[in-house]
């Protein structure tokens, strides 16, 4: 069957953008501006990595899939590749009808008036919806809930790269002039909630069953202090992070039918029935086993061996179940392994490690001295990630005063982290090399003060007197990486891609990788580790082999002397 996208319909097959390229060939328009068209279609088609022909002429489709294109990882300028979306979205508008990327009509008299009451960055995110509704005739007193469903679908035909997060910047900015400025149209707009709210408040269950939920969670944190716990109690996020699935799996099966009084206990809960029920919400709804749905099954068995007390029949068939749902899980996730292959390639590798210098570069030469000092403390982030390996929950809260140490006089700067803030509760030293020494150093002296007022001692400062919020920072360090070298990273993922840049130069050293990782046991780091370097022996096998091939091209290809088989062998 051919690769060429098919309509929703099943009927006939979707406009592609190689058929687009054809009707421009036929398009009433000057040459010069037909090339540039062509030229930007097939710049598109690269930076997808795909053929023309394969790819769907849709806007949402296409906006969908270059919101994570990174120009530069391709060697193209930011410049150009806002040029080549510019063009893009002239040519589609021969093919359906696609909202301009930015309204240049001015205000109406009625609209300039009410924004010069705005706040400037008010004003900057209703621009866009005021120059729509200037541009169709809609004053402030025609403005209704319907205008607000016609703009989204303006957002929706454009090439915008995130429509629905620009819809909500646009709506919680019209909420604010609502209340701030007089004679501004009070007209409710809600922002739609992409994560869909499934998961009901404790108050929709019995009582009994968050009594013994937090009866568990008392004993999971070791709170009776005269009761000798079996286990090494839990951190108080972790902690939390049960209680969520707990009352997480208990909506889930409330949203199959269960009647929520039926469930009066975490024993209810486990029970056969309502454990394959409440998993099979979770499965429908990501369509298919994934890591988070084995870790719940994981959890619920958990208490109904050590909470309930189940029967061992009972818990084998959890088991059972569980094994089904991540068949072989072990050690670095299938999605960890596919990323870490790009590592196998030098330029990857040269990008990801020369990263923080080019961002302080261009911190330094960054003409806003805030966007400068976030583009270097970014920097800063990254550096902290290849040399030190943190997690990142670590790495947000690391304090200057607390976890940046100074052993003597000398330039010598570690990152201590006593064993409380860790999640295995062992204790962290790295000392840093001087290269990164000089970069921290310059972030902390040149760019942090842009970002925090006098005594917040926090080395990545956020909003008020704390930290960066943990979830945002990884966010921001993600896309950054994403933009800069093309390479899908997350926070995380620094502690497998350098222990397999350590184990590739140096196989089999587990130790020192569980060491610098900061693994209890071994067993850990063999676990998701063991093998990791297998590509990089067999290219030094393969490169054994061709050397010696080599040698042997290289050698003069002289056959030895035959022996005369009457010959006695002694000198004549």
Same mark, same amino acid.
């Given at each position: 069957?051919?690769?060429?996208?098919?309509?929703q319909?099943?009927?006939?097959?979707?406009?592609?953008?190689?058929?687009?390229?054809?009707i421009?060939?036929?398009?009433?328009?000057?040459?010069?501006?037909?090339?540039?068209?062509?030229?930007?279609?097939?710049?598109?088609?690269?930076?997808l990595?795909r053929?023309?022909?394969?790819?769907?002429?849709?806007?949402?489709?296409?906006?969908?899939?270059?919101?994570?294109?990174a120009?530069?990882?391709?060697?193209?300028?930011?410049?150009?590749?806002?040029?080549?979306?510019?063009?893009?979205?002239?040519?589609?508008?021969?093919?359906?009808?696609?909202?301009?990327?930015?309204?240049?009509?001015?205000?109406?008299?009625?609209?300039?008036?009410l924004? /010069?009451?705005?706040?400037?960055?008010?004003?900057?995110?209703?621009?866009?919806?005021?120059?729509?509704?200037?541009g169709?005739?809609?004053?402030?007193?025609?403005?209704?809930?319907? /205008?607000?469903?016609?703009?989204?679908?303006?957002?929706?035909?454009?090439?915008?790269?995130?429509?629905s997060?620009?819809?909500?910047?646009?709506?919680?900015?019209?909420?604010?002039?609502?209340?701030?400025?007089?004679?501004?149209?009070?007209?409710?707009?809600?922002?739609?909630?992409?994560?869909?709210?499934?998961?009901?408040?404790?108050?929709?269950?019995?009582?009994?069953?968050?009594?013994?939920?937090?009866?568990?969670?008392?004993?999971?944190?070791?709170?009776?202090?005269?009761?000798?716990?079996?286990?090494?109690?839990?951190?108080?996020?972790?902690?939390?992070?049960?209680?969520?699935?707990?009352?997480?799996?208990?909506?889930?099966?409330?949203?199959?039918?269960?009647?929520?009084?039926?469930?009066?206990?975490?024993?209810?809960?486990?029970?056969?029935?309502?454990?394959?029920?409440?998993?099979?919400?979770?499965?429908?709804?990501?369509?298919?086993?994934?890591?988070?749905?084995?870790?719940?099954?994981?959890?619920?068995k958990?208490?109904?061996?050590?909470?309930?007390?189940?029967?061992?029949?009972?818990?084998?068939?959890?088991?059972?179940?569980?094994?089904?749902?991540?068949?072989? !899980?072990?050690?670095?996730?299938?999605?960890?392994?596919?990323?870490? !292959?790009?590592?196998?390639?030098?330029?990857?590798?040269?990008?990801?490690?020369?990263?923080p210098?080019?961002?302080?570069?261009?911190?330094?030469?960054?003409?806003n001295?805030?966007?400068?000092?976030?583009?270097?403390?970014?920097?800063?982030?990254?550096?902290?990630?290849?040399?030190?390996?943190?997690?990142?929950?670590?790495?947000?809260?690391?304090d200057?005063?607390?976890?940046l140490?100074?052993?003597?006089r000398?330039?010598?700067?570690?990152?201590?982290?006593?064993?409380?803030?860790?999640?295995?509760?062992?204790?962290?030293?790295?000392?840093?090399?001087?290269?990164?020494?000089?970069?921290v150093?310059?972030?902390?002296?040149?760019?942090?003060?842009?970002?925090?007022?006098?005594?917040?001692?926090?080395?990545?400062? =956020?909003?008020?007197?704390?930290?960066?919020?943990?979830?945002?920072? =990884?966010?921001?360090?993600?896309? /950054?990486?994403?933009a800069?070298?093309?390479?899908?990273?997350?926070?995380?993922?620094?502690?497998?891609?350098?222990?397999?840049?350590?184990?590739?130069?140096?196989?089999?050293?587990?130790?020192?990788?569980?060491?610098?990782? =900061?693994?209890?046991?071994?067993?850990?780091?063999?676990?998701?580790?063991?093998?990791?370097?297998?590509?990089?022996?067999? !290219?030094?096998?393969?490169?054994?082999?061709?050397?010696?091939?080599?040698?042997?091209?290289?050698?003069?290809?002289?056959?030895?002397?035959e022996?005369?088989?009457?010959?006695?062998?002694?000198?004549?």
């Open positions: 069957m051919s690769s060429r996208s098919i309509s319909e099943g009927c006939a097959p979707a406009t592609s953008l190689a058929d687009l390229l054809a421009l060939q036929t398009a009433d328009l000057p040459e010069r501006k037909r090339q540039d068209l062509a030229s930007a279609i097939r710049t598109v088609a690269r930076a990595g053929l023309p022909e394969d790819i769907p002429a849709d806007a949402r489709i296409l906006a969908n899939r270059l919101k994570d294109v120009p530069a990882a391709l060697g193209i300028s930011l410049g150009r590749w806002n040029n080549v979306r510019s063009l893009l979205r002239t040519a589609l508008t021969f093919v359906q009808t696609i909202s301009p990327g930015r309204n240049r009509n001015d205000l109406s008299l009625e609209w300039l008036e924004s /010069t009451r705005l706040s400037r960055s008010d004003k900057i995110a209703l621009s866009r919806l005021l120059r729509f509704l200037s169709r005739g809609i004053g402030p007193a025609a403005v209704t809930a319907e /205008t607000f469903d016609e703009y989204r679908e303006h957002l929706d035909r454009s090439l915008l790269k995130r429509p997060e620009t819809f909500a910047m646009t709506a919680r900015a019209w909420q604010r002039a609502a209340r701030a400025v007089e004679g501004w149209p009070q007209i409710a707009v809600s922002i739609p909630d992409r994560r869909r709210q499934w998961v009901f408040k404790w108050d929709r269950l019995p009582e009994s069953l968050y009594r013994d939920c937090r009866a568990w969670l008392d004993r999971l944190g070791g709170c009776d202090l005269l009761e000798d716990a079996p286990f090494r109690p839990v951190r108080p996020a972790t902690l939390a992070h049960r209680e969520w699935q707990i009352l997480a799996f208990a909506s889930a099966v409330m949203r199959m039918g269960r009647d929520p009084e039926t469930l009066t206990c975490l024993a209810d809960l486990v029970e056969m029935e309502t454990f394959k029920t409440g998993l099979r919400f979770f499965l429908e709804r990501e369509g298919g086993p994934t890591t988070a749905i084995a870790d719940l099954a994981s959890v619920l958990a208490v109904a061996r050590h909470h309930v007390h189940a029967e061992p029949v009972h818990l084998d068939r959890m088991a059972g179940i569980i094994c089904r749902l991540a068949p072989g !899980r072990v050690g670095l996730t299938q999605t960890n392994r596919t990323r870490l !292959r790009s590592f196998d390639d030098r330029t990857n590798i040269g990008a990801l490690l020369n990263l210098a080019e961002l302080m570069r261009q911190a330094r030469r960054h003409r001295p805030r966007r400068g000092a976030v583009r270097a403390q970014l920097a800063a982030a990254i550096e902290i990630l290849l040399m030190a390996p943190i997690r990142m929950g670590n790495l947000a809260k690391l200057i005063e607390q976890d140490v100074r052993p003597g000398g330039r010598a700067l570690h990152i201590v982290i006593s064993p409380e803030k860790v999640k295995n509760r062992e204790p962290l030293e790295h000392p840093l090399p001087l290269d990164s020494i000089d970069l150093e310059r972030y902390i002296r040149e760019f942090r003060p842009h970002l925090t007022a006098a005594g917040n001692t926090a080395l990545f400062p =956020g909003i008020g007197t704390g930290s960066k919020n943990q979830a945002f920072f =990884g966010t921001q360090i993600s896309r /950054t990486i994403r800069y070298t093309g390479l899908r990273v997350h926070p995380h993922l620094f502690r497998h891609i350098t222990a397999k840049l350590f184990l590739d130069a140096n196989p089999g050293n587990y130790e020192v990788v569980r060491r610098t990782l =900061g693994h209890r046991s071994i067993d850990t780091t063999n676990a998701f580790y063991t093998g990791l370097e297998t590509a990089a022996a067999v !290219r030094h096998f393969d490169e054994t082999i061709l050397r010696l091939r080599r040698q042997s091209s290289a050698a003069p290809h002289t056959r030895p002397k022996r005369n088989p009457n010959s006695s062998g002694r000198g004549k």
